[in-house]
């Protein structure tokens, strides 16, 4: 019989009754005498009806006839204080708290039925979510129902009021305020399902969680209800999409670093990092590293459990995750790789003897199958990493940097290409080793070319590194073999073309090429030798001054004004 349909009469009688106790929560919003008796009266009205559509048709019958006729009493109450109809106030005050303490008994009723283990059968009213611009009130009545159901209805019913919960949360801010401030018991029931055996619950529960704490100012509020061991719970021996959820929380509640302590003290490091080890075998693999990651990396911002997190193997499990072909994956691990190491020696020398380097520059590989995103990412890596000592710029040249950084100052799409730029820029600022390798591969070239870019950041960058490169022996005569490379600076020394910062490097470029012979008089013999006295003249600079001084020979006034006469 527990499984028979409820009749047509009870469910039309159930549903009669939800709509009369609705209208008249609606009409007393209107009541303007007696407030704060009517206030409790809404507050049962609104139990009540909760309770009534979470229910069975059948199983609630018995108690229809009695809510029905005190819900009748109520309008009758609710019409005459509207109307101020009524002949005294201390009766009508009485009336008020007859009826109060009835609402009150129907409350209590209907919770006996729901412990007593009332199946839910789904044939329960359902009430709608109010319209966009839906007043608070209108917004807490559906809140309070979506509670009711979580704390009375079966796990179908649980797992349907989450997600119902998380819909709104997402799509309107104002009701995760309502969530946290407004409705008691919410943060305590969500807490609470977090630790349940019902995989569904916990995993819907989680999804609501990470949406509320993602903002700053309702984290205090589900920390201070214990959210942080069940979340470590979840991570530990819950379902992946629970996992996520966890995850996606403990990131937002790890900014501060007190939850971070916390975290580490309920097993957090160690449950996190288990996953990142098993991580390719998941099914949802980048949904859970990526946040997982972030949670580590806030987490090692506190030098005590990131010493923990290098004892416990986090070096090796994310190399070893860079290779992934999973770009979200691959993207976490080399930016967890990059904070775990950043400032500390000790990690990055572990981080190459682990062959954290081989495995970032198999990635910048233009073989290797990856997006642009994953190769700046490297890239910024690489920059922020590895020119630290000069061991750590030999281990980058001797595995082909240069070359790769060639190919993409060439080649790569303009986000990379101007990361190429900049890195061998960094480069430059290494090592003489390294310019001469830089010189060896064909940069100077390819520098020149961005001298002249629209991007001023880009331009300086190539003047500083060509700058750079010039001072060495071997650079400079190959520099001064090519007739255009000279004719394009002294152009781009015009005082009419403006950047005059720009053209303090060109200047220190030329000055660098005069310790060249053959620089030298490609210089006084460039048909464009005259825009160095005319940027000495327009410009208060020391190097141009220096410059026009330095080739201030009887030859170069007699160039100088040849080209006067009959310039180019």
């Known amino acids: 019989m527990g499984d028979e349909q409820p009749s047509t009469t009870a469910i039309s009688g159930l549903r009669r009754v939800v709509a009369v106790i609705s209208s008249l929560i609606s009409l007393s919003l209107s009541i303007r005498v007696f407030t704060g008796k009517w206030q409790l009266i809404r507050s049962k009205l609104e139990e009540l009806h909760s309770a009534l559509v979470a229910g069975d048709a059948t199983s609630l019958s018995g108690e229809l006839q009695a809510i029905s006729g005190t819900a009748e009493e109520c309008r009758e109450l609710a019409r005459r204080c509207v109307d101020l109809s009524y002949s005294g106030k201390l009766l009508m005050q009485s009336d008020l708290d007859v009826t109060l303490g009835k609402l009150e008994a129907h409350v209590k009723s209907l919770s006996e039925i729901f412990k007593k283990g009332v199946s839910m059968h789904g044939y329960a009213v359902v009430v709608s979510r109010p319209g966009f611009g839906a007043c608070k009130d209108d917004m807490r009545f559906y809140l309070r129902d979506l509670l009711t159901r979580m704390k009375v209805g079966d796990s179908v019913m649980k797992k349907q009021a989450l997600m119902n919960l998380h819909e709104v949360v997402v799509e309107d801010e104002k009701y995760v305020k309502l969530v946290v401030v407004d409705v008691s018991d919410f943060v305590h029931v969500l807490v609470d399902f977090l630790g349940?055996?019902?995989?569904?619950?916990?995993?819907?529960?989680?999804?609501?969680?990470?949406?509320?704490?993602?903002?700053?100012?309702?984290?205090?509020?589900?920390?201070?209800?214990?959210?942080?061991?069940?979340?470590?719970?979840?991570?530990?021996?819950?379902?992946?999409?629970?996992?996520?959820?966890?995850?996606?929380?403990?990131?937002?509640?790890?900014?501060?670093?007190?939850?971070?302590?916390?975290?580490?003290a309920h097993g957090g490091v160690t449950a996190l990092l288990r996953i990142c080890e098993s991580v390719e075998f998941c099914k949802c693999k980048g949904e859970l590293v990526g946040p997982s990651c972030r949670v580590l990396r806030n987490l090692c911002g506190v030098e005590e459990i990131k010493r923990f997190m290098v004892e416990e193997g986090v070096v090796s499990t994310f190399v070893r995750l860079v290779r992934s072909r999973d770009e979200a994956v691959q993207v976490s691990a080399i930016e967890l790789i990059q904070s775990v190491a950043s400032g500390d020696e000790l990690v990055r020398q572990m981080v190459v003897r682990e062959g954290g380097v081989r495995v970032l520059l198999l990635v910048l590989d233009p073989k290797w199958t990856c997006s642009s995103k994953t190769r700046e990412v490297v890239m910024r890596a690489v920059e922020n990493l590895w020119f630290s000592s000069p061991s750590c710029v030999s281990v980058l040249i001797s595995y082909g940097f240069v070359d790769q950084m060639m190919y993409y100052v060439r080649n790569g799409e303009v986000s990379i290409q101007e990361l190429a730029l900049k890195v061998t820029f960094r480069l430059c600022e290494a090592s003489e080793e390294a310019k001469k390798m830089l010189g060896d591969a064909g940069f100077m070239a390819e520098l020149v070319k961005f001298l002249n870019a629209k991007s001023f950041e880009v331009r300086e960058m190539a003047a500083e590194a060509l700058s750079g490169m010039v001072m060495v022996s071997k650079n400079r005569k190959r520099f001064v073999q090519d007739d255009q490379n000279i004719a394009l600076l002294l152009q781009l020394l015009d005082p009419g073309e403006g950047n005059s910062g720009n053209k303090k490097l060109l200047i220190s470029i030329l000055m660098s090429l005069t310790s060249c012979n053959s620089g030298r008089k490609k210089i006084v013999s460039s048909g464009y030798a005259k825009n160095i006295e005319r940027f000495a003249e327009a410009e208060v600079s020391s190097d141009a001054k220096r410059l026009v001084r330095k080739l201030s020979t009887n030859r170069f006034r007699r160039n100088l004004v040849m080209t006067a006469n009959h310039p180019s």
């Open 196 to 264: 349940s055996h019902e995989v569904e619950v916990v995993e819907e529960a989680a999804k609501v969680v990470s949406v509320v704490a993602g903002f700053d100012s309702h984290r205090g509020v589900f920390v201070g209800a214990g959210v942080i061991a069940p979340l470590v719970r979840v991570l530990e021996c819950g379902s992946e999409v629970g996992k996520v959820g966890a995850a996606r929380c403990l990131q937002w509640l790890t900014e501060n670093s007190d939850n971070a302590w916390c975290v580490s």
